[in-house]
């Protein structure tokens, strides 16, 4: 498990702990891209989650902070209606592929994605 506090997180995310998420963002897009519109997924990851900021809230949980209006940035490129609920299931897959790679969580036996 990893022994860091918020704060800790915040100063490390882009230095000592960048590898580790780049593993997580990339395991919640490789889960997500293999069951929902590779479009709306690269959109999602291309335009929204690039400007994402994940946060260590203590005790072994995680958030991401998305970019204001989100959805909007997809307009004229997806259907934003569905980018909406697969937006949801992707920042639910990085939280949880956070808590993964930090050892605070195990995979699980399906790949430890939250269902679709």
Sequence with gaps: MADFTPEEFEEGKYTEYFPQLQTAYKRAFNDLNGRYDSTLVHSLDQ?????????????????????????????????????????????????????VVFDFEDEGEDGGQPKA
Excluded at 48 to 60: A, I, M, Q, R, W
């Design 47 to 99: 335009q929204v989650l690039n400007e994402s900021e994940p946060h260590y809230e203590g005790d072994g949980e995680f958030s991401v902070e998305l970019p204001d209006e989100p959805i909007e940035r997809l307009e004229g490129v997806v259907e934003t209606e569905k980018a909406g609920e697969v937006l949801d299931r992707y920042v639910e897959g990085i939280e949880h592929q956070l808590r």
